[in-house]
């Protein structure tokens, strides 16, 4: 069956760090991959998608992702962390028309 | 754009009241529209897909009578929480693709907040 692997439930960094956040995946086909954020009491709000061509996928507030397909992997990164990124980030696998969640990363951030 | 909007962002009820929760596309057409459900501290469970017209489809385990989904246009579904319980407070969340976009996107509503007294 098809899933989504967060393996860190929360990470702490500096401001002004890097980041890197893991994903990895079971999926049988080529994948669309996702990546979604969600602050405290909020919806989700699309960060940045993969669904064929370039391997590195940029997306929005500074965050890129890179498509592994020998390790079965989808990571977020970005440079250099701010406060206001703060939040619950979640990789997800697209299924016919359906999204499979991981259970989400806990992003704090500390000044 | 791709607004989706949800109302209430809260509402608290008594217990086996019914309480309907609105899902809109604001600005695109939406073939189809997801309902999640999230606990605490948890990711998104889906709970159901529903499709313009026509009757939704639902995840296992997920009560069809409980929790009632009509899509009655391409910007609207709504999500009626029948005779609602404690156990059914929780952070519900609804979901739309657009008619004419890529495959699998989904563009999220902020929530609705449900408290069953």
């Known amino acids: 069956a098809q899933s989504v692997t967060q393996p860190d439930i929360h990470i702490t960094v500096s401001e002004g760090a890097s980041l890197e956040l893991r994903c990895n995946y079971s999926?049988?086909?080529?994948?669309?991959l996702f990546w979604y954020v969600q602050s405290p009491g909020q919806g989700l709000q699309l960060l940045l998608k993969?669904?064929?061509?370039?391997?590195l996928v940029q997306g929005i507030k500074g965050f890129e992702a890179e498509f592994k397909r020998s390790q079965s992997s989808f990571n977020l990164r970005k440079p250099s962390v701010h406060w206001s990124d703060a939040a619950e980030y979640f990789c997800a696998v697209g299924e016919t028309d359906k999204l499979i969640f991981g259970t989400g990363t806990r992003l704090q951030v500390f000044p | 754009g791709a607004v989706v909007s949800q109302h209430p962002s809260r509402v608290i009820c008594k217990s086996g009241t019914s309480v309907k929760i609105e899902c809109r596309s604001l600005?695109?057409?939406?073939?189809?529209m997801f309902w999640y459900r999230q606990f605490p501290k948890k990711s998104l469970m889906l709970m159901a897909t529903s499709n313009e017209g026509s009757k939704a489809t639902y995840e296992q385990g997920v009560e069809k009578d409980k929790f009632l989904i009509n899509h009655a246009s391409l910007t609207l579904s709504t999500l009626t929480v029948t005779s609602a319980h404690p156990e059914d407070s929780s952070f519900y969340i609804c979901?739309?693709?657009?008619?004419?976009?890529?495959?699998?996107?989904?563009?999220f509503g902020p929530g609705t907040r449900l408290t069953v007294l």
């Open positions: 979901s739309a693709s657009k008619l004419a976009g890529e495959r699998n996107t989904q563009y």
């Open positions: 993969y669904f064929s061509g370039d391997t």
């Open positions: 600005d695109f057409q939406a073939t189809t």
């Open positions: 999926y049988g086909a080529t994948p669309y």
